[in-house]
């Protein structure tokens, strides 16, 4: 049963940081590209950051020397480091294992007050 679960979500205020995890199991980790994307209330589920087997990253423009990804295949867990956070960064995370298919986590709640 593969299973990806989120946690570091909340309530954080603009320029705060928070760290969210997701933590795999039923998958070999270390072979899968990870990513972490943001659904914002009314709006289209868009990618936020990736990072492959080999730990290339990637980021969308607007999180670009904000967030940090990384992955540590021996926990079989990928984090997403959020510095100096926005009110716009505010919806929900979620986190996606792809391989051969892809899964997806439950998706964790993330609100930047202003």
């Known amino acids: 049963q593969v299973q990806l679960v989120e946690s570091g979500g909340g309530l954080v205020q603009a320029g705060g940081s928070l760290r969210l995890s997701c933590a795999a199991s039923?998958?070999?980790?270390?072979?899968?590209?990870m990513g972490w994307y943001r659904q914002a209330p009314g709006k289209q589920r868009q990618l936020v950051a990736s990072?492959?087997?080999?730990?290339?990253?990637n980021y969308a423009d607007s999180v670009k020397g904000r967030f940090t990804i990384s992955r540590d295949n021996a926990k079989n867990t990928v984090y997403l480091q959020m510095n100096s956070l926005k009110p716009e960064d505010t919806g929900v995370y979620y986190c996606?294992?792809?391989?051969?298919?892809?899964?997806w986590g439950q998706g964790t709640q993330v609100t930047v007050s202003s």
């Open positions: 039923g998958i070999i980790f270390s072979n899968y590209l």
């Open positions: 996606r294992a792809t391989f051969r298919s892809n899964y």
């Open positions: 990072i492959t087997d080999g730990s290339r990253t």
